[in-house]
């Protein structure tokens, strides 16, 4: 079964400083996509990135960046140059296909990370 | 974005009163999902929905149950409510294969 794992229940990191969350998974599938979702206090799930097993490149989105190392199973957001408004809880999550090619996706247990000013 | 509404926003409810949840997309998108969210425990899926009438179970299904009547509504039944089940339950819809899964606003269920 698919598994994700984020090893820091909380961040505090400086205003403008680069912040990098931590995300691995497990699966034994060679096809599989993994996405970042941001969380703010609000409640509201907002889709961040997304990277494809078979991507080439690293995906990247204005401010954030996806470090993708498939050989350690790793997807690490990085958030640059980071804001107050990047205070929030942050999920990974990836894509499992089921044996009738339906689609889901198993969540993380979340970041939070606080942008101390 | 897919234009995704949850109903209600928030419900105070009974143990052992039935409740149902209600998610509208207007987006005609095929894929319809039903989450809960847990302090420690992330998202855990509870039903999905790949097609009108067509459903199956997440890791969390027990005591909930889903229906599909039409592509834009999905609808999670709570047969009767527990105070385990008290959770804020997210729904989310996808285009098709291989899209990304947008999520509507919540709902919080407290069961008392």
């Known amino acids: 079964a698919q598994k994700i794992t984020q090893t820091q229940p909380g961040m505090f990191v400086q205003e403008k400083e680069a912040v990098t969350l931590d995300c691995t998974y497990d699966t034994s599938d060679p096809s599989y996509g993994l996405f970042w979702y941001k969380q703010p206090s609000s409640g509201e799930m907002i889709f961040l990135i997304y990277q494809g097993s078979y991507d080439q490149q690293n995906a990247t989105e204005g401010r954030y960046s996806l470090n993708f190392q498939k050989a350690r199973k790793s997807a690490n957001l990085v958030i640059s140059a980071s804001q107050l408004g990047d205070s929030a809880m942050y999920f990974c999550?990836?894509?499992?296909?089921?044996?009738?090619?339906?689609?889901?996706?198993?969540f993380g247990t979340g970041t939070r990370l606080t942008i101390i000013p | 974005d897919a234009g995704i509404t949850q109903s209600p926003r928030h419900k105070v409810t009974e143990t052992g009163t039935p409740v149902t949840l209600r998610c509208h997309q207007t987006?005609?998108?095929?894929?319809m999902y039903w989450y809960r969210q847990d302090p420690g425990h992330g998202l855990r899926l509870i039903h999905y929905s790949y097609g009108v009438k067509d459903t199956d179970k997440g890791e969390v299904s027990d005591g909930y149950s889903v229906s599909r009547s039409k592509t834009e509504d999905f609808l999670l039944t709570l047969e009767s409510a527990t105070s385990s089940q008290t959770s804020v339950y997210f729904c989310?819809?996808?285009?098709?294969?291989?899209?990304?899964?947008?999520f509507g606003p919540g709902t919080r269920l407290t069961v008392l």
């Open positions: 999550a990836m894509r499992d296909v089921t044996n009738f090619g339906n689609e889901k996706l198993t």
């Open positions: 989310a819809s996808q285009v098709g294969g291989g899209d990304t899964q947008y």
């Open positions: 987006e005609n998108h095929r894929y």
